[in-house]
């Protein structure tokens, strides 16, 4: 008898260590780059969802993406690690088994039932257009892991999504906290959305980066179709929540998994690549419509999911919880995120290839100066997934016809392109004058240089140590040498 009231009373104790545990829903769009929220003031979109778990909780202006990728972007996303250090630079690789996810450390050490579901996560490697022989290798060498990570894997729809939440809490024990991770496919090319959700291509505000021609416009009108289906689709979820009386007492993380398919985002170590929407909604811990410009980086999440469950990360994770910031306490700002590019879906190595199938680069950014390092700069630059597309088709006739800006031709067209662009983001933001190697930035430069050595330095990277010259070395080919 004693030991059962012993048994009972653990239960008791453990269900309500529990139930003081947050649930968590952490919801991430695709191909989604930063300001393409309403609550960010950008005019061209019309996000009411998302509107409102910005104004009841935070937004972060400057949360970065470890990559302009999914892969190797939500790879960082789950282990708190660059994709690197964590061994998934390659598109196509699955996360290795011994790489710890943050979920499974919520299962093991915080009692909670996790779940994964929506758009393919990306993680178990690349395997639907690969020949028989190459899957084959995944599962003979049992590389598909995701299944024995969680307790709930649905891959499916956007419009499935709000169903399978529903099963998924179905199907979690009364006592336990959940975690559940809904990706979503919108606003990921080829754009599709329905015309009452499509804007007016006219009335769109287009930044610096992009010249204004019908092509860029037009296809800039689809992307944001796509961003107002992603948040009436959001709403559906959310109403799962509410009608279960869960909304109050979850977590809700909404973010962009990299930049948007056009010119200067995804594939790019640009800031449109991997600066990517934030909002975090928690009721009675984050003071509602707070926000922040601290610099992010995709490597933090991991380490704020599990301190807000009260689990500390494991000590191979890089990443730094922001959670004091969602409590409006003080933290140590970052001075540096670290940003980088590999190869893109499953494009084989071709010659006159473009880099939007194969590219090599790493970059480093800090509150007002960003430098990127390009070890294949032979590769002429191309848009990921975008490439046949009006934007681009245009961009390039406008260049032939000598129409387009000098800066924009510096960006989209040279070739070699440089191995070393330094920008200045206060006079700059949209990165189109390259500084590398001025004279009055060679400090500013020269620690850039060392700040990404040092990280690639940790993180075991197989690229060359960037050259800790001052000026642009390596920006320009070596003559001659005399005999």
């Known amino acids: 008898m004693k030991i059962l009231f012993l048994f009972l009373s653990s239960l008791t104790l453990a269900s309500s260590s529990f139930a003081a545990k947050p649930n968590m829903l952490f919801l991430l769009s695709d ?3 930063y300001p393409f929220l309403s609550c960010y003031g950008d005019k061209n979109v019309k996000t009411p969802t998302l509107d409102r778990i910005a104004a009841e909780g935070m937004k972060f202006h400057r949360f970065f993406t470890t990559a302009p990728q999914c ?17 998934i630079t390659r598109f196509s690789a699955p996360l290795a088994r011994d790489e710890i996810t943050f979920p499974e450390l919520l299962r093991s050490q915080a009692g909670y039932f996790t779940g994964i579901c929506g758009r393919s996560y990306h993680l178990d490697g690349s395997t639907k257009v690969a020949s028989k022989e190459m899957n084959a290798l995944f599962d003979q060498h049992k590389l598909k892991t995701f299944a024995q990570r969680v307790d709930f894997l649905n891959v499916c729809a956007d419009n499935a999504v709000a169903s399978q939440l529903e099963t998924f809490l179905d199907q979690k024990p009364a006592e336990k906290p959940f975690f559940m991770w809904a990706n979503f496919s919108d606003p990921h090319h080829e754009w599709s959305a329905p015309a009452d959700y499509r804007p ?3 009335t769109l505000q287009l930044p610096a980066h992009w010249p204004d021609l019908p092509g860029v416009r037009a296809q800039l009108a689809d992307y944001c179709a796509e961003v107002n289906r992603l948040d009436h689709t959001l709403a559906g ?25 056009l010119p200067h985002g995804k594939g790019s170590l640009y800031d449109p690549g991997c600066n990517v929407p934030c909002l975090v909604r928690w009721p009675g811990v984050v003071k509602p419509g707070t926000e922040s410009r601290a610099l992010l980086s995709g490597e ?5 999911l599990l301190a807000a469950a009260g689990v500390a990360s494991i000590p191979k994770m890089s990443g730094v919880s922001f959670l004091p910031l969602l409590k409006g306490e003080t933290q140590q700002p970052r001075k540096h995120v670290f940003l980088e590019r590999g190869p893109h879906g499953s494009a084989p190595v071709a010659l006159g290839m473009s880099n939007s199938g194969y590219d090599l680069s790493r970059a480093v950014r800090s509150d007002h100066h960003k430098l990127i390092y390009n070890c294949t700069p032979w590769l002429p630059y191309a848009p990921v997934d975008s490439t046949g597309g009006g934007a681009w088709y245009q961009m390039r006739q406008a260049k032939e016809q000598g129409k387009l800006s000098a800066g924009l031709v510096a960006t989209y067209f040279t070739s070699p392109r440089p191995v070393y662009e330094l920008y200045d983001l206060d006079a700059d933001p949209s990165e189109l004058n390259n500084l590398s190697g001025k004279p009055e930035l060679a400090a500013v430069e020269r620690s850039l240089r060392l700040a990404l050595a040092e990280k690639m330095i940790l993180d075991f990277d197989y690229l060359p140590l960037p050259d800790l010259m001052n000026g642009a070395a390596g920006n320009k080919p070596k003559g001659k040498g005399k005999k």
Do not use: Q
């Open 200 to 202: 007016d291509p006219a």
């Open 31 to 33: 191909d989604h780059s």
């Open 71 to 87: 892969v190797p972007s939500r790879a960082s996303l789950l282990t708190g690690r660059s994709p690197v250090a964590a061994r």
């Open 300 to 304: 933090d999440l991991a380490p704020t």
């Open 237 to 261: 979820v959310l109403e799962v929540l509410k009608k279960r009386g869960l909304f109050d007492s979850t977590v809700i993380v909404f973010i962009g998994d990299n930049g948007a398919a």
